[in-house]
């Protein structure tokens, strides 16, 4: 299998990413459209075969995940996925979606599969009929997931794979044998065992003889915190990416914790110091392209992040509020009426997500954000996308989850206290894009709204609360290049 590799250019770099919110929110259609205006338009690998399935029992509005399943390179494989879930029409308001099967270590687990043809057909839609750059994004704390993940995003052309919450030292190893077809090896971390739970995947697998093509190992970017993760990272070519993300504690989603002790502050968010500010002039002088990410919304800022010799910014709350987001309308609506009163509260939970890694809860009422909502919803870990895997006394691997039932994470020896404010982030994530999972006699699950602490741009770019697509932020972001064309 040959694989066909590009050489990095200095101008062939995007001065803009859009961050890749999941679960959806950077879904197919807003990856596009950034695309199409030239800049990096990224999507979430997050989840991505719940919301195949969930779609396609959905009836596949428009048909565009027929359309992309049309174009997998193992036509029996995606016609298995066609008739175990597509619904013609869509299933009832009063019926239940199909469960989503669960991966684990075992090397037949049929979850493999269904994501390698999730992550294809995002990734194929995303960059449907344009030239522009597609990119997809990875949590390294989602380690089952991650490897049959990437190979349908490389199956379908990808052209970054964008890796953070972690340290994704193994990730550009593993895009270059996925590129070449080969079998690789990905190390999961295991609860009670001293070394990583080493994970086999082969290709020939999935491919059952078919022939793909010449296939592209796609860019790696690491996302990190402080230049400390990213000399690391840099110290050989195992695991050096070809670039960096560096993304500060106001982003939305999952940020790293602060250096030292944990302090919080009176509304019992943590507390960041100048420690916890990345030096840019070390990124610089590793030599590698790197954005920066986090607060970084404005022409201004854009010049600012060019003029400390960055390649450009990521930006994702301005694309998680506009019309080619993902996120649910009325969702969308309330953040940015509730923004423009400034009646909105964003806060850095210490405690929401099952990962440890403070997590970015916006307050809206009837989310998981609300007391009265959270504590009405029964505890249900179904979706399983952050447990972890461990050795229990037996000697084998099982999973938990401090967000799934209380009983059971301590029968599986879990500690109580650990379950104490965590939220079930994969059934809320996927309420918040409008495929929430429908409980018998308890409707559908709550969602929960994350976006990042710096929502200013909206008084710029939507100051009625009116409106706006990617074209206009792209427009509008445009302007911090007119003096930094020589950067």
Known sequence: MRTVRTATKTADLPWLIQGGMGVGVSGWRLAQAVARTGQLGVVSGTALDTLLIRVLQSGDPGGHLRRALAAFPVPETAEAVLARYYVE???????LYAATPLLTVDPACPARELTVVANFCEVWL????????????????????????????????????LVGAGVPGQIPRIARGLARCEPVTARVDVEGDDRPFELDFDPASVLRGADPGPLRR????????????????????????????????????????????????????????????????????????????????????LREARAAGAAGVQLGSVFALCEESGMAEGLRRQVVERELARELTVRNDPAASPTSFPFKVA??????????????????????????????????????????????????????????????????????????????????EPPVVTIGQDLDFLREIAPDGGPYDVETVVRWLSAGLTETASV
């Not at 997809?136 to 490389?154: I, S």
């Open 218 to 301: 796609p860019r790696v970017l690491a996302i990190v915190s402080l230049p400390a993760l990213a000399t690391y990272l840099n110290r050989d070519d195992e695991t050096r990416p070809d670039g960096f993300v560096v993304e500060g504690h106001l982003a939305g989603g999952h940020s790293a914790p602060p250096r030292g002790p944990m302090r919080l502050d009176e509304r019992g968010d943590p507390l960041y110091g100048p420690r916890d500010t990345p030096d840019l002039a070390k990124m610089a002088a590793l030599g590698l392209p790197f954005w920066i990410a986090g607060g970084q919304c404005g022409p201004e800022r």
């Open 89 to 95: 029409g869509g299933i009832g308001a009063g019926e």
């Open 126 to 161: 995303a960059k449907e009929g344009h030239g522009g750059p597609v990119g997809v994004n990875y949590l390294e704390k989602v380690q089952l997931a991650t490897v049959p993940a990437m190979f349908g995003a490389v199956l379908a052309g990808v052209d970054y794979v």
């Open 363 to 444: 307050d809206l009422p009837g989310t998981l954000a609300d007391p009265g909502t959270s504590a009405g919803r029964a505890r249900v870990c179904d979706l399983g996308y952050l447990r972890t895997p461990y050795r229990t006394e037996r000697g084998d691997i099982d999973y938990r989850c401090p967000a799934e039932p209380l009983t059971a994470y301590v029968r599986k020896g879990g500690a109580a206290e650990q379950t104490e404010g965590r939220q079930c982030l994969c059934n809320g994530l996927m309420s918040a894009v409008g495929f929430g999972q429908r409980r018998p006699r308890r409707g559908v």
